[in-house]
């Protein structure tokens, strides 16, 4: 017999009637969550890309990314912990990709200490391109930018800004 078929991952765009679920799941993921004034104001930018991830009708994942000037930040991603390791991080991405342009410039912050997104956003092209001391407060714990580039994607940093 073979097993069943995994269910289907929706990815939609997030609304606000999505927010108390993102702010459960938010509390979940992180020590530090957003707030529910938060995900409003990111909600209320014209020119952010806000996705929701949806298994058999229940949020299960979102990802917020705004824009600055030509630069895309990715400003949080978070998956439900009881649905993680079953590719909701990656279907938000793929979906967030192909909203933006193919030559975009996206970049992030992640904790030094989080192997788990790291290797997550390697795996889309992005590269460590810096840091950012004791960025998080509740700990101390550094930041790592991360940039998403045509060049990230050849194994270069040559067009990430900042760099010299
Ligand atoms: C990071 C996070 C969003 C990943 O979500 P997810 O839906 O479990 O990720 P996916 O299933 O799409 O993982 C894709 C790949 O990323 C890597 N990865 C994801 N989580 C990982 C982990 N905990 N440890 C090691 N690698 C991991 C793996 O390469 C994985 O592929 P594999 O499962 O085939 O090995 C999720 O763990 C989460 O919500 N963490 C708490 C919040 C957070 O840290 N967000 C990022 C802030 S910058």
Known sequence: MTAPPAAAIQVRRLTYADLPQVVAIERRAFTSPWSLAMFVLELSKASGICLAAEIEGELVGYTICSRYDTVWHIMNVAVDP?????????????????????DSQLTLEVRKSNDGAIALYERFGFRAAGVRRRYYQDNGEDALIMWRTPATQRGSLDDVPGMP
Do not use: D, F, Q, Y
């Not at 649905?83 to 979906?95: H, M, Q």
């Open 82 to 102: 009881e649905t993680r390791r079953r590719g909701i991080a990656t279907a938000l991405l793929e979906r967030l990709l192909e909203r933006v342009a193919p």
